[in-house]
């Protein structure tokens, strides 16, 4: 069972980086973020924990108002009863001054609480020791390589064209409906698409997962918590009215799920699995790496999510990065697994295991996951813990992976499958679907 301790949030309270870790290992911290190319990461540090000190001094002055005030109100209710009148007189001058001064020192201390958590806020996570430096993808470790499916004509088709013969996706009517990188699916394309969602699902809770449907708009404090705000405040559709954002992906509300909580050791690990639509901003504007399905606006992707004891998480990360594994090898797919460097790390991410598959027709290859162990990056933003055999409450770990992102795996199905005829269907889906192949009309 988890404990919900009616934690009412609000972002401008929270640490990030929790200021524990700051204080006994800046050094340590300064230099992973050096693997991300923060600069200045160490003055940046000094700077929070010197705000911090500061927070700690008026915290302290304050805490030592209210208390002199509240001794001196029960002197007053004593001398009330005997009669002093007089003597009480005077000491109600005197908490009339402590109360001007406490007032004060909250004010100050509401200020100085702010520069601080404005300054966390925009402190990324630290990378693990895992995690090579660098700073694009070019420095990324290629840590395995997968022989799949090979088309079987001489010069593939890239899916864009597989699709428009076949009739099963149409980019030009999304354009008309809504705008690019809004494709509409139809007939088969469609139905294929369903089947996928179909098969990640029914894998994931093979494997243990709670299915969970959630809701695809969330409030600012759950964008906050798992990380997305402030960072990517300029790549999600927003709903001013309601300031309410559209999800970039379902990590966002399934993670939520556990704000504020504080759970039983003995539930953990919590395993969610979750479909939903998902919408980013920043689609891109050029060249063929944005063309067809290879980036959009709207997509749908099937999300795992864990929470699990920081001792567990790195062998949790594993598990995970095993279980997508094991769906791109059902699928037959070429594909690759990398662990990104330090510049080409998420906002919020301690490690992330990217999985790409091969693009046959593009001769590039497509992410289709990120597979990441957030540490309790998220959860100190959440506010989500949990209670140990000797009941004692600690931050809980969070990871989350794509199991799968559509658009790029079914890219990958249509050009790695496709032959003179049209496309195959993965033996893995045809329990799914009533037919095996989708043929060109003659």
């Known amino acids: 069972m988890r404990e919900n301790v009616n934690f009412e949030f609000q972002s401008e309270s929270q640490e990030m980086l ?8 800046g050094k340590e911290v300064s230099e992973a973020l050096n693997k991300r190319g923060v600069k200045n990461a160490s003055e940046e540090i000094s700077k929070i924990l010197e705000v911090d000190n500061e927070r700690r001094r008026i915290q302290q002055e304050h805490d030592e108002l209210l208390s002199r ?11 009330m009863k005997e009669g002093k009148k007089e003597e009480a007189e005077m000491i109600k001058v005197e908490t009339g001054k402590l109360k001007g001064d406490s007032k004060r020192a909250g004010e100050e201390l509401r200020k100085v609480e702010s520069m601080l958590n404005d300054l966390l806020s925009k402190i990324p996570n630290a990378p693990s020791e895992k995690v090579p430096a660098g700073t694009n993808e070019n420095d990324n470790d290629i840590l395995e390589t997968n022989e799949g499916r090979k088309p079987s004509v001489s010069e593939p088709l890239p899916h864009w064209e597989i699709t428009s013969k076949l009739g099963i996706i149409d980019f030009e009517l999304g354009n008309k409906i809504t705008g690019a990188g809004f494709p509409v699916y139809m007939g088969q394309g469609a139905r294929l698409q369903r089947a996928l969602v ?7 809770i093979e494997s243990g997962y709670k299915e969970i449907l959630p809701p695809i708009l969330v409030s600012r404090d759950s964008a906050f918590g798992t990380g997305q705000l402030p960072d990517k405040d300029g790549q999600m559709y927003t709903i001013h009215d309601d300031e309410l954002f559209v999800i970039p992906t379902a990590e966002v509300p399934i993670t939520n799920i556990l704000r504020g909580d504080i759970l039983d050791e003995s539930d953990l690990p919590t395993k969610f699995i979750g479909y939903t639509p998902c919408f980013r901003r920043e689609a891109g504007s050029w060249g063929s790496h944005v063309r067809g399905l290879n980036r959009l606006h709207q997509f749908d992707k099937v999300e795992i999510v864990q929470a699990i004891q920081p001792e567990h998480s790195a062998k949790a990360l594993d598990e995970m990065c095993d279980h997508v594994s094991g769906l791109l090898g059902a699928l037959e797919l070429p594909y690759r697994l990398l662990r990104l460097c330090g510049g080409d790390l998420g906002f919020a991410a301690s490690e992330t ?6 693009s046959s027709a593009q001769d590039r290859w497509l992410e289709v996951s990120s597979v990441s162990n957030f540490g309790s990056f998220q959860s100190n933003r959440m506010k989500t813990r949990y209670r140990d055999s000797n009941k004692k409450v600690h931050l809980i770990h969070t990871l989350n992976g794509s199991a799968l992102a559509l658009p790029r795996v079914l890219a990958g199905i249509l050009e790695n499958f496709q032959d003179a005829r049209g496309v195959e269907i993965p033996s893995a889906l045809r329990s799914y679907l009533p037919f095996e192949r989708m043929d060109y009309p003659s």
């Open 18 to 25: 929790e200021l524990k870790r700051l204080r006994e290992q």
């Open 353 to 358: 295991i990217d999985f790409e598959v091969f």
């Open 69 to 79: 005030s509240n001794q001196l109100a029960k002197q007053i209710g004593g001398l």
């Open 198 to 204: 179909q098969f990640f699902l029914d894998k994931g």
